[in-house]
């Protein structure tokens, strides 16, 4: 079975940068689509951004296009996404998920397309 632990996460100030990791752990996730999603108080759980097995190619939500970039290292099992121009609005606990291909497919931005999940890590903005 397999674990993704999710770090990085903190308190920035409105315009700051954070990196946030996600490793994975039990089974080796290089055959798996990887993607971010985040939750705010009272917010359904939403996209952020997703990325292809080798790395090569992204989608972002429109709210992430330009100031967030994901990437990979199969090699190390771990995701990234570093975000940069935060905002109060960007304040949730943000989540890593790994989806095999045949459902990823279907639907990159659905959460019901990713098959394994982390706990989170909470990012709060100030303003």
């Known amino acids: 079975q397999g674990q993704l632990v999710e770090s990085g996460g903190g308190l920035v100030q409105a315009g700051g940068s954070l990196r946030l990791s996600c490793t994975a752990s039990g089974r080796t996730f290089s055959s798996y689509a990887m993607g971010w999603f985040r939750q705010a108080p009272g917010k359904e759980r939403e996209f952020v951004a997703t990325?292809?097995?080798?790395?090569?190619?992204?989608i972002y939500a429109d709210s992430a296009k330009g100031r967030f970039t994901i990437s990979r290292d199969n090699a190390k099992n771990t995701v990234y996404l570093q975000m940069n121009s935060l905002q109060p609005e960007d304040t949730a606990v943000y989540y890593c998920?790994?989806?095999?291909?045949?459902?990823?497919?279907?639907?990159?931005?659905?959460?019901?397309?990713?098959?394994?999940w982390g706990q989170g890590t909470p990012v709060t903005v100030s303003s």
């Open positions: 998920a790994a989806g095999a291909l045949r459902g990823w497919t279907k639907g990159p931005r659905r959460a019901q397309s990713y098959d394994y």
């Open positions: 990325v292809t097995l080798s790395g090569s190619s992204a």
